[in-house]
């Protein structure tokens, strides 16, 4: 699958539950690093979950984003914002003129470019010592649920090992950075679900499958079982560390 298209089909629940990022990163990133003001390429914006989150503390933001859907629907969600630029274009071909941003930042998206491409096109866009910031969620597996729901992911996904996130080790990211240093902060972040909500953190996955295709129906009633199990007063909590890997870039 080409993976700038991975979830062309799942933007709907992309935006109703994907986890969003604790409003403290723009706090530590104007303390950390003296950036109060300026402007941002969010690359591989996606639906604009980070976006909105600097777009709210006044940046003006690039949401430079490969998958036409994602972005039609930052669009419609983010056009009212005077700050507001969307992109067509890729992490190793943004389309933006040189020089031409204060930051770089990527949300949950890192994982999918290709390094050593988007490194070249990271310091051929960014003004000398800009800033660049790499952020996932990252979904916790310490209490009971959280580590039976990872195991339904593993047993139902259909490309989960190959493609999560989890796949790029710190020395991946360090190596991206070099010769600059890198600095990481972790923030804790949760989400709270019912069962419909729940559902769709699932599905808003690209290796998960969808209505239709060979095991959604016995997932779902693995899920269904799995919640039953765990649900306090028809809710349960879905617990994340948000890391965050920043620093100033030479070039």
Do not use: C
Not at 56 to 71: I, R, T
Not at 139 to 167: C, M, S, W
Not at 208 to 223: K, N
């Amino acid at each position: 699958m080409d993976n700038t298209q991975r979830f062309s089909n799942r933007v709907e629940n992309y935006v109703k539950y994907r986890p969003h990022y604790p409003p403290a990163i723009v706090n530590y990133i104007q303390q950390q690093f003296g950036f109060k003001t300026g402007t941002i390429a969010d690359v591989g914006a996606g639906t604009g979950i980070l976006t909105s989150l600097f777009l709210d503390a006044g940046y003006a933001v690039y949401a430079v984003e490969p998958n036409a859907p994602m972005l039609a629907k930052a669009t419609t969600l983010l056009q009212d914002y005077p700050g507001f630029t969307a992109v067509p274009g890729t992490a190793e071909n943004t389309t933006l003129p040189e020089n031409s941003v204060d930051a770089i930042m990527a949300g949950q998206a890192f994982h999918w470019f290709n390094p050593e491409n988007s490194k070249a096109e990271f310091t051929r866009i960014l003004k000398p010592q800009g800033l660049v910031m790499l952020v996932w969620n990252e979904r916790n597996t310490q209490a009971p649920f959280e580590q039976e729901y990872d195991a339904l992911i593993n047993k139902y996904g259909k490309d989960y090992v190959q493609v999560k996130h989890r796949n790029i080790e710190p020395a991946d990211i360090e190596s991206f950075f070099a010769p600059a240093p890198m600095e990481l902060k972790v923030f804790d972040n949760q989400q709270v679900f019912d069962f419909d909500g729940l559902k769709g953190r699932l599905l808003s996955s690209s290796y998960m499958p969808l209505q239709g295709e060979a095991g959604y129906e016995e997932m779902l009633t693995a899920l269904n079982k799995l919640f039953d199990k765990y649900q306090q007063a028809g809710t349960i909590t879905i617990t994340y560390d948000t890391r965050l890997y920043a620093g100033k870039w030479f070039n």
